[in-house]
């Protein structure tokens, strides 16, 4: 039978990084990945935040891995999370193939034992298919199991690399795709363009290049948490960097002309799934849609790999629409565990769900215009008050 250990320190967590990337590489979940994990806990995590990550293994095997962590408050709920929600989504503890569901009753039982007690196990961007929530509902000790809340569902296009070549897949395109992306293409270079992947001895200007073109973008556009986290992400990209330099897993494409950057863009690799993150570009070179451009880039290097699948993230924008051709839904879901804190804990969490419903409410029906408009009247009140 599986044995299951609770591990509450980063010295025990790091020791078993060898053993944790081969079931994330298994899992195909770059995010979980520990040379992304691991800098997340040294640049990004709440002050206060410890790790209550479980290993599952049988016979001296490491089947499984929830790499949870909890960030107590004084009289606040106490949730139990996976790092990096902030950064990407598609976040899930790791199982290797076929034992999903052992795994996930090793983790239920050894969680209902945690100290501090949650009240709240939070599953953030996790793939809609996932058998997770439902396995550790099922699987929790005693005769009252948790309530379930889904509350978010964004979808995420990906792109299938099944061809045996980029060549054929861009033929597998519409006319007018191909078109355009060959006159991109041709327009960028006679700019002197140059599109290369960040390396060891320019991590530091590109990481910077990175972030400024970021920022850029979201500049009177809302709030970005990119943005909210700002030199503490360059530290930690520049630590993954160090981690992965032949850029097999970490993947900061960068777009120059006469060597200024006018787009970056971030991507994240592993078991032959490749992750977007995210990125910023130069609105000055808007004629030759940047973030477009790179993803072309990104697909043809995915191809010469030998990867299968190209993650675009959470969120339907247009342009990646135009490359897709599949969707992999992640959700949001909660589940407030039984005991005597559970009323308190729907009275704490009903307003986080009644909001989430609100806003998802509004951008169905209200249009971009008023959309902008209502949010710089939020920042103007923010501002005054």
Not at 311 to 322: P, V
Request: with cysteine.
């Amino acid at each position: 039978m599986p044995s299951s250990e609770l591990i509450t320190d980063l010295r025990s967590l790091e020791a078993l990084q060898s053993e944790w990337d081969a079931l994330a590489v298994a899992c195909a979940l770059p995010l979980m990945a520990p040379g992304w994990v691991m800098p997340w806990w040294r640049h990004l995590a709440p002050a206060n935040a410890e790790p209550r990550s479980i290993a599952v293994r049988d016979g001296g095997e490491l089947i499984g891995l929830a790499p949870f962590y909890v960030a107590p408050e004084r009289r606040q709920r106490v949730d139990y999370r996976l790092p990096g929600i902030e950064l990407a989504a598609r976040l899930s503890p790791l199982a290797a193939p076929g034992r999903e569901w052992d795994v996930a009753v090793a983790t239920a039982q050894l969680l209902a034992d945690c100290q501090p007690r949650a009240d709240v196990i939070a599953l953030e961007g996790m793939p809609v298919a996932s058998h997770w929530p439902a396995a550790l509902r099922d699987q929790w000790p005693g005769l009252i199991r948790p309530v379930v809340r889904q509350y978010l569902i964004q979808g995420a296009p990906t792109i299938s690399l099944r061809q045996s070549s980029y060549e054929e897949w861009l033929a597998s395109k519409s006319a007018n795709f191909r078109s355009q992306m060959r006159r991109l293409r041709r327009q960028f270079a006679a700019a002197g363009g140059v599109a290369r992947i960040c390396t060891g001895e320019k991590a530091h200007s590109d990481i910077d290049a990175f972030m400024r073109l970021h920022a850029g973008r979201w500049e009177g556009r809302g709030k970005s948490g990119i943005v909210a986290v700002g030199d503490r992400l360059s530290a930690m990209l520049e630590m993954v960097v160090g981690t992965h330099p032949d850029s097999s897993r970490l993947r900061l494409w960068m777009l120059e002309i006469e060597d200024e950057p006018i787009s970056a863009q971030l991507f994240v690799a592993a078991g032959g799934e490749v992750a977007y993150v995210n990125g910023g570009w130069d609105e000055r070179f808007a004629r030759l849609k940047p973030p477009m451009l790179t993803i072309l880039h990104a697909i043809e290097d995915a191809f010469t790999r030998g990867e299968r699948r190209m993650d675009l993230g959470a969120g339907e924008q247009s342009y990646k629409q135009r490359f897709a051709d599949g969707n992999d839904p992640v959700a949001w879901t909660i589940l407030m565990l039984p005991g005597r804190r559970l009323p308190l804990t729907h009275m704490r969490t009903t307003p986080m769900l009644a909001g989430h419903t609100l806003r998802e409410a509004a951008k169905r029906t209200l249009t971009a215009e008023h959309a902008n408009r209502l949010r710089s009247i939020r920042q103007r009140l923010r501002s005054r008050f």
